[in-house]
């Protein structure tokens, strides 16, 4: 398997908030679009998890919207619609 390019976490774009559980940046294939990664590399976060995700999205971007992943399905995120 392919290392996992949410694992690597490399800033190559903006970043607009890290913590113990998530990273949050702009989306390298789409810049004007936002990412929150849960920084644990698994498809199904715990309820806790899901939470803080829920609660940075809020906190962060109060009026955009967010899907589950698209391309990179064995790593939870979400990204800005």
């Not at 774009?13 to 113990?20: G, L, P, R, V, Y």
């Not at 806790?48 to 955009?64: A, G, S, W, Y």
């Amino acid at each position: 398997m392919a290392e996992c390019p949410l694992c690597q976490a490399e800033k190559l774009t903006e970043w607009k908030h890290e913590d113990d559980i998530v990273w949050v940046a702009r989306c390298k294939s789409h810049p004007d679009k936002w990412m929150i990664v849960l920084k644990a590399h698994k498809e199904k976060p715990s309820f806790d998890e899901v939470l803080h995700v829920m609660n940075i999205q809020r906190k962060l971007f109060p009026t955009k919207e967010f899907r589950g992943p698209q391309s990179i399905l064995d790593h939870y995120h979400l990204h800005e619609i």
